[in-house]
C-alpha cells in the first residue's frame, strides 16, 4: 500500500449520518475502501459471505491478479520461480521478501535440515492412529500435538521465537507427511537424511526402507521440487486466512497451522487434487468425457468438474499451465507418456474449455487440474496428494503468519453477522409449549 495517503474517499449512508471512508491504493491491485470505522461512523456493517470483496489484510508477499492469470511472490513470476529456483530457495523468498545470496541460502538449507527430526516421543502418536486413517487426519492431529512439545518456551512476540518456529515447520513437515504414509502402509518409519536435497529428502522417506540402500531418483524428486514451489503460497485463501484467524488470537503457530491443514482438506480447497484424479478414474475413457460435461452444467446435479475454477483466477491458472507441460516431461521421462489419465484431463480441459458453461462462468483448470496426474505417474498414493500440498503450503502459511504478527494493525480477528434468528422473546415452561 501506499501507506496513509488516499488518493480519494467514498462517501456511505447509514442510518445515522453519512460518512467518507479512505480509498487505499496497493503497489498494484484494486483499491480497497477503508472501512474499519464503517459501524462507528454509520451504524452500519458490511454483508460478504465468503469474503468475495473483502481484503482482510495488507500483505507484501504474494500477488494475484485472476483476470490476467498472474502470480507473483515477492514481485517474482511463479513461472520463473518454477523454471529456475528451488524450492528452499522460494521458501526464503516467501519468509524473508529477498531471494538469498549463496551465504544467506547456505545457512537456510543449513538451518532447515538441523530441525527435520521430530521427537522421538511423537513416533507413538502415530502408533494411535488406524492404519487407514487418512494422512491429511494425521497431520492435523501430530502438527497440532507440535504445540504440546514446543510451548512453553515460545513468545509468539518475540521475532527470534517466530523464525524457530518457522525453521522447525518447514523442516519438520515432510517428515510428518513421510510417517504418516509409512505408517498407513505398516512400514517402519525412515529418519531424514539431511545429506538429501529437500525434496530428494521426502522421496527417500516415503520410498526408503532399511534393508535396501538408497537410489536417488532425480527425475522425481525435479519433478517434486516443481510442485513444491507451485503450491508454496496462495495469497489469503481459506487455509492461510484460518491460519491468520487462529494466529490472530497468539495460539500457538503450531495449532495455527494445524488449523490450516485442516481447511486446506476440503475438495473445494487442497483436497481437489485427490478429487481431480479420483474424478479421471471415474471418466475412465474420452468417450465418457461429454456425459461428466453435461453432469458438470447439471444445476441438479451435484458434481462439479473437479480441478476447474477458481475464486480468483477467471484466467488459466499460471500454476496449471506450468504443470500441463511438466505432466508431458515427467510422464515422457517416466516411461508413461501414454497415461490414460493425462489423455482424459487434456480432452476434457479441451471440450470444457469450449464450453459455453464454462467459458461465460470463466472456468479454466486450476493448479489441481495436472498435479494430481504427476503425482499419481509418480508412486504417490492419491491419499498423500493433499498431505504435498499441505507440505509445501506450510511455508506460505508460516510467512503469512510471521507477516500478521509483526503488523501494527493486526486486531483479533471478528466478523460480524446479519443476525435473522428469532427476535428477543419470553421463555416459556415445558408444559405450555405446542
Ligand atoms: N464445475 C462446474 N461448474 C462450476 C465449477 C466446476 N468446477 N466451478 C464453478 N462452477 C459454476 C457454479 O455452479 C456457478 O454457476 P452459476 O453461476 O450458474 O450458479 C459458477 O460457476 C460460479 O461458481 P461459484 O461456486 O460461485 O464460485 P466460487 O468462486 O465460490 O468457487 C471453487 C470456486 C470452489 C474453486 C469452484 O470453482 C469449485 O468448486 N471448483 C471445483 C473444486 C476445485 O477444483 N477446487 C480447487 C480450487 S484451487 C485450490 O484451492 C488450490
Not at 274 to 302: C, H, Q, T, Y
Request: charged share 25%; aromatic share 10%.
Amino acid at each position: 500500500m501506499t501507506e496513509n495517503t488516499p488518493k480519494k474517499s467514498v462517501t456511505i449512508g447509514g442510518p445515522g449520518s453519512n460518512a467518507a471512508f479512505p480509498v487505499l491504493s496497493g503497489t498494484v491491485g484494486p483499491d480497497v475502501i477503508d472501512i474499519r470505522k464503517l459501524y462507528g461512523e454509520t451504524g452500519l456493517f458490511t454483508y460478504d459471505p465468503g469474503f468475495t470483496s473483502t481484503a482482510a489484510c495488507r500483505s507484501k508477499i504474494t500477488y494475484i491478479d485472476g483476470d490476467e492469470g498472474i502470480l507473483l511472490h515477492r514481485g517474482y513470476r511463479i513461472e520463473d520461480l518454477a523454471e529456475h529456483s528451488s524450492f528452499l530457495e522460494t521458501a526464503y523468498l516467501i519468509l524473508f521478501g529477498e531471494l538469498p545470496t549463496a551465504d544467506e541460502y547456505s545457512n537456510f538449507m543449513s538451518g532447515v535440515t538441523y530441525h527435520t527430526m521430530i521427537h522421538d516421543q511423537i513416533n507413538y502418536l502415530y502408533r494411535g492412529f488406524r492404519r487407514d486413517a487418512h494422512p491429511m487426519a494425521v497431520m492435523v492431529a501430530v502438527v497440532g500435538a507440535l504445540s504440546a512439545f514446543y510451548h512453553e518456551d515460545l513468545d509468539t512476540n518475540d521475532p527470534h521465537h517466530r523464525l524457530i518456529a518457522s525453521y522447525r515447520l518447514v523442516a519438520k513437515i515432510p517428515t510428518i507427511a513421510a510417517m504418516a504414509y509409512k505408517y498407513s502402509v505398516g512400514q517402519p518409519f525412515m529418519y531424514p537424511r539431511n545429506d538429501l536435497s529437500y525434496p530428494e529428502n521426502f522421496l527417500y522417506m516415503m520410498f526408503g526402507v532399511p534393508c535396501e540402500p538408497w537410489q536417488e531418483k532425480p527425475t522425481l524428486s525435479k519433478a517434486l521440487e516443481k510442485i513444491f514451489i507451485l503450491h508454496a503460497d496462495h495469497e489469503q485463501n481459506a487455509s492461510t486466512s484460518t491460519v491468520r484467524l487462529v494466529g490472530s488470537t497468539g495460539a500457538s503457530p503450531y495449532a495455527a497451522i494445524s488449523a490450516g491443514i485442516a481447511s486446506l482438506w476440503g475438495p473445494a480447497h487442497g483436497g481437489a487434487n485427490e478429487a481431480v484424479v479420483n474424478m479421471l478414474g471415474e471418466i475412465g475413457s474420452v468417450e465418457r468425457i461429454p456425459e461428466f460435461i453435461a453432469r458438470a452444467k447439471d444445476k441438479d446435479d451435484p458434481f462439479r468438474l473437479m480441478g476447474f475454477g477458481h475464486r480468483v483466477y477467471k484466467n488459466y491458472d499460471p500454476r496449471a499451465g506450468v504443470l500441463k507441460s511438466s505432466a508431458d516431461e515427467v510422464l515422457e521421462e517416466l516411461g508413461k507418456g501414454d497415461n490414460p489419465k493425462l489423455a482424459i484431463a487434456r480432452e476434457l480441459e479441451r471440450i470444457a474449455l469450449e464450453d459455453d458453461y464454462f467459458r461465460d462462468r470463466k472456468l479454466f483448470p486450476n493448479v489441481d487440474f495436472y498435479s494430481g496426474i504427476i503425482l499419481e505417474a509418480m508412486g504417490i498414493p492419491t491419499k498423500m496428494f493433499t498431505a504435498i500440498f499441505a507440505l509445501a503450503r506450510t511455508v506460505g502459511w508460516m510467512a503469512q503468519w510471521n507477516e500478521m504478527m509483526e503488523d501494527p494493525e493486526q486486531k483479533i480477528g471478528r466478523p460480524r453477522q446479519l443476525y435473522t434468528g428469532a427476535a428477543q422473546r419470553p421463555y416459556v415452561a415445558i408444559d405450555k409449549r405446542r
